[in-house]
């Protein structure tokens, strides 16, 4: 199993292409909500009251490790992106609740702007008061559970269901929250969003080590 255990030193379409003005028209609709994250959370400052050390950190990172890979530490709730020269940008994150995390190794094979989002029927059996409501899916937009942007996670060719996203939901970020996906704030998702091209491996650590 894949564990936590000292791998970071600082650890503590499917038939045809869209049509061009329905792809404009969604071009216009992620330039808006783009807009809605606003210029002083761009610029760095943390308007959501996070602790500092869940604020984008460049930190040092223990030899061997491959370049281009994201690990996400469910303990210290860090994601790291592995740059190649022996740094990697650290952020904090949100993991799934106890016995909703899925430890493994992913590949990010579908990235989407501002996307929409359907519960899974495990999480519309296991919460049915929380997200039988949403059953038939959402509209992506600021108040999309999957956020500003969303990572696809895929194991063995097939989509996992997880999920490496924005969130509305700032104040859980350093928590165990989600229902197995990774969340970041609106802001750090659009940083690493931009950063990781289709075909990265994304390594989610056991809380086990």
């Known amino acids: ?3 936590r ?3 970071i ?3 503590a379409a499917l038939f045809s292409a869209p049509l061009a ?3 404009a028209a969604q071009d216009a609709v992620s330039f808006e909500f783009d807009a809605s994250v606003t210029r002083h959370e761009r610029a760095g400052s943390n308007p959501w009251g996070l602790h500092s050390r869940f604020m984008p950190t460049r930190v040092a990172h223990r030899e061997g490790l491959r370049p281009g ?6 303990v210290a709730k860090y994601l790291y992106h592995i740059a190649n020269d022996g740094t990697a940008m650290r952020y904090g994150v949100a993991v799934g609740r106890q016995g909703l995390q899925s430890p493994g190794t992913f590949t990010i094979n579908r990235k989407v702007a501002w996307p929409s989002w359907t519960p899974t029927a495990n999480m519309i059996r ?3 008061h929380l997200y039988a409501q949403f059953a038939g899916g959402m509209a992506g937009g600021p108040d999309n559970p999957l956020g500003a942007r969303a990572l696809y996670l895929y194991r063995g060719g097939a989509d996992s269901m997880l999920r ?4 509305p939901q700032p104040w ?3 928590t165990s929250a989600s229902s197995g996906c990774v969340r970041l704030v609106n802001d750090h998702i659009m940083q690493l969003y931009e950063a990781v091209p289709l075909g990265t491996r994304a390594i989610l650590h056991s809380a086990w080590s």
Do not use: K, Q
């Open 1 to 3: 199993m894949l564990t």
């Open 5 to 7: 255990r000292h791998f």
């Open 9 to 11: 030193i600082t650890s």
């Open 21 to 23: 003005g329905a792809a």
């Open 69 to 74: 890979d994201i690990h996400v530490d469910p």
């Open 126 to 128: 296991r919460e049915p």
């Open 164 to 167: 490496i996203h924005g969130t």
């Open 172 to 174: 859980s970020i350093g």
